[in-house]
């Protein structure tokens, strides 16, 4: 059942800070430990690093909740798809410096998800678009394989449902169920080493996705905030300057010793 107006308290840029503001420390602790080890295991990390990491999943959903909201709202689709190829494609230096890999990035996930909610609402015969949806996710799972193409289909059905709240609500916790299990399945042998901590994780995980769609679902306001303009460049500026932040931070030590 939805919530009543006086739980709407939080506006689209407060949301969208808080992810980013996760994500930011997350990925300072994943990515310095990745760029040393690129099999690290994260359950070999202190507890508060491991909690950050976990909390850097606030932002991945609230992205993708916002995929779904700004293309009803977008002005131009085409211009919006455009401004997202063109981040992507200013990422992958700042990945390369960082990683010393060139490869797709989270951006091109969030490009993948808003055409295949253009394609589902192109007026296409119904097995044309639902064959062109998935092959647009075959694309993504072997681009860029972090969400595989579970965040497409969270997309497409926040899309699909938006006026059904219950729907939505099932098709979201249900992909996120599938996508948080994954971990089981491919990395049996940090399981079997620290079960406890592994599975822990997964579930803390969860929560923190789980926390995420409420955020998106019983506070958000569905307003702007005070300055949609400059959020709007400053949100699509920080990805690529958080990678270059934490390259500086990760080449620190050589340059001072």
């Known amino acids: 059942m939805e919530q009543t107006s006086k739980y709407k308290s939080i506006n689209r840029d407060t949301c969208k800070y808080l ?20 099999l690290y ?15 850097s ?34 990422i992958i230096p700042c990945d390369w410096l960082l990683f010393g890999v060139i490869e797709a990035n989270i951006i091109v996930t969030l490009l993948c998800s808003l ?18 949806v998935l092959g647009i996710c075959v694309l993504n799972f072997f681009t860029y394989a972090e969400w595989y193409a579970f965040a497409e289909l969270i997309v497409l059905f926040l899309h699909i449902f938006r006026e059904k709240p219950k729907a939505r609500a099932v098709a979201y916790f249900s992909l996120l169920a599938a996508y948080s299990a994954i971990p089981l399945l491919l990395t049996p042998h940090a399981i079997k080493a620290h079960p ?30 005070r300055h949609p303009t400059f959020a709007k460049w400053f ?23």
């Open 235 to 257: 949100f699509y500026a920080f990805y690529p300057l958080h990678i270059l932040i934490i390259w500086v931070i990760y080449k620190m030590p050589d340059w001072i010793f």
């Open 57 to 90: 999943l606030f932002c991945p959903p609230v992205m993708f909740f916002f995929i779904a909201d700004g293309f009803r709202y977008t002005r131009s689709r085409w211009k919006y798809a455009l401004r997202l190829l063109i981040l992507a494609l200013v």
């Open 196 to 225: 406890a901590l592994s599975v822990g994780n997964i579930l803390i995980q969860y929560v923190v996705m789980a926390a995420a769609y409420l955020c998106m679902t019983v506070f958000y306001n569905g307003k702007k905030g």
């Open 41 to 55: 295991d994260q359950t070999a990390l202190s507890l508060w690093q491991q909690l950050l990491i976990d909390l």
């Open 19 to 38: 992810a980013i503001f996760f994500m930011f420390w997350g990925h300072l602790f994943a990515w310095i430990e990745l760029a040393h080890d690129p």
């Open 115 to 132: 055409l295949c909610l253009m394609v589902w609402e192109s007026g296409w015969k119904l097995p044309l678009r639902i064959l062109a």
